[in-house]
C-alpha cells in the first residue's frame, strides 16, 4: 500500500512515498530558511510563495526517488492543519488536485499526530499507552496516547514554544535564524548553573508549560551586562559559521547564559514528563518534534529514571517532514476514514 504524503504546515515543503506504514520509499524535503533567515523568522507570505514554487518539483522528485509511477499509488496524504493557514493551503489544494486528477483517495493527516508517528514509524516496538512530548518551534504538547492511538491533552504552552524561545534568544544574542541548534551547540562550553532563572510557577493546570518569562529574564540579563559588541560580532557572522569561531566571539559569560538557558529549558520539559510518568501507567514516552534534535535534551533525557523506555526520531524525521504524515495516513487508510474534496485547511486544528 503506497501513499504519497504532503508536507507543508511552515517553511518546509516536503514530499513522501510510504509504503505500508512503515518503509519510506522517498523522502524530499525542501527548506526555506535562506529565505526567511534575512528576516529572523518564518515570514508567513512568503512561505506561502515558496511553497507554490516548490511543491511540483519536491513531488516529482519524491515519486523518482521512490522509483514508481503514478498508477502504482493508492492514496495521497496532505498535512491540513495546525500550522500556517497560507502554507497548508498550497499543500492541501495540491494534494486534492492529484486525486481528482488521478481518481486516488485523500487522507487528511493532523500535523501533530504525524510528528507522534515519526517515532512509531522507526521504533515499531513502542508499546501504548504513551506519553508524548511535541516539542517545536510551533509547538510544546505533552499527550496521554492511549490504545489504538487516541490523544488526551494533558498540557501545551501557554506562550512561546520552546523551540520559538530558542530562537528568540538566539536571536537577542547576535545568533542568525535559525538560533536553537546553535545554542544547542554552545551549551556544553558553558556552566548550567551560571545563571539562576526562575522557573514558571503555573496557575490552574501546573503541568502547562511557560517559555516567555525565561525569555525575558534573558533579555534582562543582556541590558544588565556589557555585551553589545560581541553581539555585533556574532551578527557579522552567518551561516556556515564552526562552533569555535561562534566561540572565539562568545566569552564565558555569555556561554553561562547560554548554558543555563538550555537546561532551564530541559528541566521544564522533562520534570512535567516525570511527574506524569509516575502518576499515570505508561509503557513508554516519546520525544518529538524539531526540539528533539536537541543533543542536550537527549542526553539528559536518556539519564532520566522515568522507568520505561524512551523513544526520539532521528534527526531527519524530527524536523518536518512528509515521511511522518505517510505513516500517520496509513492507519486511516486501513480503516477508511477519507477526506472529501470539501477538506479545508485549519491553522489551528486541535488533536
Known amino acids: ?12 515543503t516536503a514530499a513522501a512515498v510510504v509504503e505500508d506504514g512503515r518503509t519510506v520509499l522517498s523522502s524530499v524535503v525542501a527548506s526555506q530558511i535562506e529565505t526567511h533567515q534575512k528576516y529572523g523568522g518564518v515570514v508567513p507570505e512568503l512561505a506561502s510563495r515558496e511553497h507554490m514554487r516548490a511543491i511540483t518539483p519536491v513531488v516529482d522528485e519524491a515519486l523518482t526517488r521512490a522509483g514508481i509511477a503514478w498508477s502504482e499509488l493508492d492514496a495521497v496524504a496532505c498535512t491540513y492543519g495546525p500550522g500556517l493557514l497560507g502554507a497548508l493551503l498550497v499543500g492541501v489544494t495540491y494534494a486534492k488536485a492529484i486525486c481528482k486528477a488521478r481518481g486516488l483517495p485523500l487522507i487528511a ?33 505533552l499527550y496521554h496516547v492511549r490504545g489504538d492511538f487516541e490523544y488526551e491533552l494533558i498540557s501545551r504552552t501557554r506562550d512561546d514554544a520552546a523551540g520559538e524561545a530558542y530562537d528568540k534568544v538566539a536571536k537577542l544574542l547576535g545568533f542568525p535564524y535559525p538560533g536553537g541548534p ?40 543582556t541590558e544588565a551586562h556589557p555585551i553589545a559588541d560581541e553581539i555585533a560580532a556574532r551578527r557579522r557572522l552567518g551561516s556556515g559559521t564552526t562552533v569555535e569561531e561562534w566561540l572565539a566571539v562568545t566569552p564565558t559569560a555569555t556561554r553561562n547564559l547560554i548554558a543555563s538557558f538550555q537546561q532551564t529549558v530541559i528541566d521544564e520539559l522533562l520534570s512535567r514528563i516525570g511527574k506524569l510518568a509516575a502518576e499515570h501507567p505508561v509503557e513508554s514516552v516519546i520525544i518529538t518534534g524539531g526540539v528533539a534534535c536537541n543533543a542536550g535534551l537527549r542526553q539528559a533525557a536518556a539519564q532520566s529514571r522515568f522507568g520505561v523506555p524512551i523513544y526520539f526520531p532521528t534527526p531527519g524525521l524530527s524536523t518536518d517532514n512528509a515521511a ?9 487508510f486501513r ?17
Not at 500500500?1 to 518546509?12: G, K, P, V
Not at 511522518?324 to 486511516?332: D, E, L, P, T, Y
Open 1 to 12: 500500500m503506497r501513499i504519497l504524503a504532503i508536507e507543508s504546515s511552515c517553511d518546509e
Open 109 to 141: 493527516v493532523n500535523h501533530l499526530e504525524g510528528h507522534i508517528h515519526a517515532v512509531v514509524l522507526e521504533h515499531p516496538q513502542t508499546a501504548l499507552p504513551a506519553l508524548a512530548l511535541i516539542v517545536s518551534g510551533g509547538h510544546t504538547h
Open 182 to 221: 546553535i545554542l544547542d551547540k554552545l551549551a556544553p562550553y558553558g556552566d548550567p548553573h551560571g545563571v539562576r532563572f526562575t522557573r514558571a510557577n503555573m496557575k490552574g493546570n501546573a503541568l502547562d508549560f511557560s517559555f516567555s518569562g525565561l525569555k525575558t529574564a534573558v533579555l534582562r540579563w
Open 324 to 332: 511522518m504524515i505517510g505513516a500517520a495516513a496509513f492507519r486511516k
Open 335 to 351: 480503516a477508511g476514514d477519507f477526506a472529501g474534496m470539501d477538506l479545508r485547511a485549519k491553522a489551528s486544528l486541535a488533536l
